[in-house]
Structures are given as structure tokens and as C-alpha cells.
């Protein structure tokens, strides 16, 4: 579909009609990072293991936002999530001074509509999050790109990012 | 300061008492962009003049966004935000296929700590509408890179993103 | 049915169990006003072509307290709303120095319980945040009267308001 | 003041700063009111006594609104109400069939920028909460007209709606 | 079921995926009681018929807090609720200057996952309401134990709390 | 002081004007617990070494809740929080099959009002999101009770909860 039917006869915002779309299963992925400095990097490592858990609040704070997704996003959806998970995987390349750790936000749902939003807002968040929690350490983290890696389910059918 | 303050003795996340920190006027200034495909690119343009106006939405969401920053990123803390305002600059290339809308989100407020992350927050959920309204148009949306550009106030001083 | 049915054998209130309904396509549709004076009706005419569109913003405040009823409203149950539509109308007697513009909030779902009150809080929330926006230049616009204009959908049947 | 001020140089919304205004005690008084049927007002006024307190709800709704205005209004700033209270008034005409409840919602606070549009929204969601306990028992209710009444404190110096 | 189901395999909470539950009625009920002083028994008492009625404020609360679960407990999932009651039974014992509350919430839903939280969590902020309520009298108020008496649905079946 | 003061002269809920105290650093501490079963115990201490940290999700739990208070609960007043802290104490007795995990919260403010209903309600909102991570294990667990510890600053003076 080509068009922003996101607005009505006035050329003003809608939240589009979806009752008469079908219940199906529906799952989507998104992917962030967070660049970090060494400092940082080492702190949320070992913080990790005893000094206290970045990535823990992280996870807490894309699934809270996850289930908030609609009130964020103006023209959303509100949606019964049925599951919300993230991953976090580190990219680290001491010799370039690079520190890097990737998020996945995993999100299913059993609606009428996509949840596509639901997880590029939970992995938003989390990134945000990190962000907040190390910020004393550094403040020139750059978080992103954000995407969607993929998602499954509904009419428009499934979709997976051509990363060639 | 090179440490995460946002631990207590337990290891546990905390919000860090600033009970002690003066109450200054405070400013940030952060940024990101969303990159489209041309289609979206030119739905966008004209919605703006005469089919409905995304990024109007989308400045809506930021600031409503930037108000509920402590509700979405855990640790921090609740502020009475003076002002928050957002800005967008198209940058095209069409010969490169090449369109990409910049978010510019300005946070003040006048309180004992500084509001870098309602001004990340703000650009963030002002991106993110802008992909959930023309994700009909093409999912390969991408978001980001989302930095900080400036602070101002508060004793730690002002920073400026350094970007050579 | 005649009986306030919110109220325990306690007489204190509850939300009444709807677990037993059907779920079917309901619609609402509700309106209000804002009597304005002269200076700002110029002012949202122009905006809405160059200054600054005061519509727009009313448009996603009723969208999103459309979404949020149910934490304004106590007695609100919980839905997922399929769609909801804001339309602006002005009814204008220069001669009369008249100004006034009609807002008709349009709300679906497929759910147990009706769409009555995300239709009137969509509504209100519109036209407050005409108020809030045009304040600068009078304080003495009058908000409403706000109706119920028909419904459809559920046991109890449709309803339609008889303006004879 | 003229003008509208919640644009900026792009003609796109802003929350506008008011991070140098004075924080002085600020007062609002906003009144609506809900225009009932016979057998509505009957199942209320002794609801009141023994079979359950439709204006209780109501008054708690209405509180709770007024502190989650910055939440419900795109562009009003958060504050730290310091007060809120709402009365409730019958004017009834058994002769001409007329019952109508008014509601009274004073807000106070003290802080940089007025509570006109708190009282406003308290006495909205009050008022929406009555039609939705009594909905039952009548579809026809009328909320409103729905005005600011009176405002003291800041620089635009105080406000009371001239009635004559 | 014996494990925590709640973790991912990177041992990081998540939000367990419901989406091949069945769409049963589920019910859940919880207990929890405040402990006043005498004085404020009888300011609660008398309240209730002239003065102003604490525990109907405290029934609004739980009955908003239930519908807020999801936003307040991390790894709860969004439900619709269909019903929620809360009733309150005195416990007094005069001789022994024993003056105790107990609060019965109930909630019901048709869906994929159980109620327990939810009635857990009305009945703790209708408690934490009656001790914000009454504090000025008496801070030494004790809530709890807080508790789930039975639960009803789903394919865990059905549980009773023995009291033996 | 003695009375009920959150009812206005109709004997109806509001929340009390307090525009005329001061701002003073006050903090409170509050603490409930959570008793479970040997199975749990095991879990949750295991939990936060590797297979995933209960407490961690609590600990976000609680502290997003004490920001929340004033919208979970209804005459509260809005306070911008300058610090939230829990801390989690085990008490075993392996020997009488008694495992408690004890919850302590503190919360900061510079404010006008008090903050005892943060630092509860941040208890409560930790201890109920324990009971949801670990109710797959046995829904016997028991939290409470519930009470504050001490308050310090404002007008009604220092308070500590007398234990003997």
C-alpha cells in the first residue's frame, strides 16, 4: 500500500479503522545499539556481574515501553501484547576503540494489527535507557540506526530487511 | 564524574538523591533523523500543504513524549519542563535517492538536573511517529543516529558534541 | 435499563462485569464546540495554512485521551479501540460576530462494551486544548454543550439523538 | 497578549518557555455542568444517601484529571498543583422538568505558569464521569457549556468572566 | 509449574508470550486489611454518612489501580479487564482497641492470562488510599498481610488459599 | 493533627491546598516483605547470580511506582521525587521452613508535602512485582505487612515508627 491513509477527508490524522481486519498471530523484531566509550563499557560489564545491572533496568524499561507503545505513539493501535522480549549482544573491537552493544526487541501479539511499533519503541527505550544510566561517564554515545529487522503476520504479509 | 552513580550499596539501580543540587535553568539540545524512500519523502512534503501533515503529529508526539520522560526511562527524575520545541530539516538527494529528515528537539527547564534525556526522548518518539505513519509506504525505514548536541547548566558544565 | 447498575450490594461503586457480552462492532459519534472570538478565529484560519495548525494539535489530543478513557474515566472499562476520526466544522455569522467551530469525534471498536464515553472524552479533549492554545487572546471562549450524537452496536441498540 | 505563542519559526507546535516567569501563587475557577433526566437526578440525589455516591466518583475523577492535565493537553506544562477541589450544585425546576447538576473545580498552585486549563479539565472529566455512571438510565444528557469563571496570579494579571 | 518462567536465555526478565493461551473467563480475588487507631475508625465511620467518605475514594483507586496492572508491575501483560469489585468489611474489637479494615477486590476478565495481579493490586492502593487518607490522625496504620484468596481459569485450574 | 482534612465543606474528597508550606528536604521510609516458599527462595537468590534477577525487575518496579504515587493514588499531591532508593534484606530460618525477603524504601523530596505515600507505595508496587515473577512457583506467598518506618521535615515534625 503507497498511501498515508492516516488522514481523513480534512487532511487531518486519523487512527485508521482496523475492526474488520482478522486476529492472527503477529511477531516483529527491531534492532538498536548504543555506542559507548571503553569507560563505560567496562562499567556496564562488570556492573553486570556485581557493581549493579544497566542492562537489567534497560530490559525492564523497553518492555514497559513496549506496553505503552500507544500512548507514545499518537495514531498506534492499542494492542494486548502477549510477549515482549530483548536480547543484547556487545560488538567489541578493543584495537579500534569501538564498543558497541546491539538490542533486540521481540514482540508477538494476537491482534489485528502489526506490532511493529511496539518493538522499534521497546528497543528505543532501552537504548534511552542505557543511555540515562551511563551518561555520567560520557555523553557522546550515539544510539542507532533503529529498523525493523522483521515482522510476520496480518494481510500486508511478512517482511524481512534485505540487509545486502 | 566517571562512575555509575545509579547503583546503591546492594549492586540494586537507584534514583540518585539530587535533593542538594541547585535549581538552574537548564537546556539540552539532541537529534536524529529518519531516512525514507522517495515515495514517503514526497507524501510527506505534500501532506504538509494540503493531505495531512505527519510532521505535525510527529512535533505533538515529541513534546507529549518529552513530559513523560520519567515515566519511560526508569532512573530518571520527574522535572517541571519550561519549554520544549522541535524542528525539522529535510536534507535530499535526489540524485543519490537520497531523503532524510533531521529532528532537532530543544528541552529547558529550570530544576536541579539537566534534561538530556527529555530532549533524546522527545526526538526519539517524534521519529518514531513519523515511521509509524508512512510505514505503509515502505518499512526500510531507518532511525538515527540519536545524539545529544548540547547541554547547558548545572555544574557539570556545558557540553557541546565535538564534531570534527 | 433504568437502575445506576455501577454500584455494589454495598453501594459503593464497581465496574460492572461485561464478561458475559458479545463482542460486536460498535461505533459512537459525540460533538462539542469552542465559541471563540473574532481575533482568534483569524488566527487559527491563517495557522492552518501558514502559522501554525491549532487543529492539528486538537486533533491528536482527542485521538490519544480517545485511547486513554479508561484511566480518565473511573468506571471506564478497558478497550481496544479499532479507529477514532476527529472532524472540525466552522459555524461563522460575521454579521453576528459569531464564531464558532463543531467538533465530531468518530470512535470504533469490536468489543464488549460501547464507545460512548471515548467519544465524548475524545471530544472534550479536543476542544480543551483549542482552549488551551488560543487562551493568549481571550479567556472567554465557552466550551460545549457536548452530546452524545448516536451509537450503534451492543444489546441496548443503536441510538441516535432526537434534536427536534 | 494577541498572539498565538504555541508555534514556532517553523509554524509547527511548541511548548513555549517559561523558564524566566516568576513562580507566584496562581488560582482557577471552571464550571460545567450535566443536564439530566428526571429519574437520572432521582437515582444520584439518593444514590448521595444509601444506594451509592455518583459525585464521589465524580469528584475523584475530576482531581485526578486535573493532575494529569499536562498529560491529556499537548502543549500545557507540568505543574505541581497544590490544591484541588470540586463543589457540586443542583438547580432543579420540577415544573419546567429541568434538572442539571453544576460542578465548581478550583485549582491552586504555585508555580510559574496558571492552572486555567486544570480547572478545566477537572471539571470535564467530573463531569463525563456522571454521564457515564447514569448512561444507563439515558443517553440524552447534556455536558456544558463549559467556562473559565475566574484566574488570579501572573503577569497577565487576574481574570474574571463578565457574566452581565 | 516450578520455574521462572520470566527470564530469557541471556537470564533477563521478559514478558512471558501468551499467544497460543486460550480466551477463557478467568476471575481472581485478594485480601488485604489496613489497621487504624480508634480515632480514626471513628472519623472513617462517621465520614461515610456525613462528613466525607473515605472508603469510597479508596474503592475509585483500587478499581483505576487494577486497570493500571500492566503499567505497574514490569512483566505483567495488558488485559482487558471485564469487572472489578472491591467490598470492605470491618473488624472491631473495642475492648481491645482493635480497629482493622478488610478489603475483598475481585476482578474478572475473558482472556489469556489470570487476574491475580490485578486483584492484588487494586486491593493495595485501596489500602494505600485509606492511609494517605487518614495519616493526619495517625501514621502508625499497618497494611496487609496482602494476599490472593482463589483464582478461577485457565490451564493452571483453580486455586483456593487454605486457611487451616 | 486530628481530623480528616481531605473533605472539602460538602463533605466531599479533595486534595488539601498546601500552596502556603514550605519547601523542605523530607524523606521517608517505608517497608513491607514478601513471604515465600523454600522453591522460590531458591529461585529468586539463584536468579541473581544467573539464571535472572528478580529483585532487579522489583527494584524498577518500585521506583517507576514512587514517581507514579499521585496517579495511583487519588488526593495525593504531585512531587518532583529527588530520590528513590530499596533495599532488599533476606530472613531465613531453614530450620522452621521460613523464608521472608524483607523491603526497605526511601524516597527524597524538596517539596512542600511529605513523601511517606511514595516510599509505601514504592514498597508495595517492589513486593507485588516479586509475587507476579514468582507466582508460577506457588500463589501462597503473603506480602506484608506494610508500614512506615520514619519521615523527617515539614511541619508536623520527625516521625519514627515506635517498635516495642
Redesign the interface.
Known amino acids: ?8 477527508e ?10 474488520e481486519k482478522n486476529e492472527t ?1 503477529r511477531t516483529a523484531r527491531a534492532t ?1 545499539s548504543v555506542r559507548v566509550n571503553e ?1 563505560i563499557y567496562r ?2 560489564r562488570e ?1 553486570g556481574n ?8 534497560a ?3 523497553g ?6 507503545t ?19 549482544e556487545w560488538a567489541v573491537d578493543e584495537a579500534a576503540d569501538s564498543y558497541e552493544v546491539f538490542l533486540y526487541a521481540t514482540v ?5 494489527t502489526g506490532v ?2 511496539e518493538a ?2 521497546a528497543a ?2 532501552a ?3 542505557i ?7 560520557g ?10 529487522l522483521e ?1 510476520t503476520g496480518g494481510k ?1 504479509g511478512d ?1 524481512s ?2 540487509e545486502a
Open positions: 500500500m503507497s498511501e498515508l491513509t492516516h488522514f481523513n480534512q487532511g487531518r490524522a486519523r487512527m485508521v479503522d482496523i475492526s498471530v538498536t569507560l562499567q556496564i556492573g556485581k557493581k549493579g545491572d544497566v542492562l537489567a533496568v530490559q525492564v524499561a518492555i514497559m515501553a513496549a506496553k505503552n500507544s500512548q507514545i505513539i499518537p495514531m498506534c493501535h492499542p494492542l494486548m501484547l502477549s510477549g515482549v522480549d530483548i536480547e543484547f508477538r501479539t494476537k491482534g489485528s511493529e511499533m522499534l519503541t528505543s527505550a537504548a534511552l535507557t543511555y540515562d544510566m551511563c551518561k555520567a561517564a555523553k557522546d554515545m550515539v544510539i542507532g540506526p533503529t529498523m525493523l515482522k500486508s517482511y530487511r534485505n
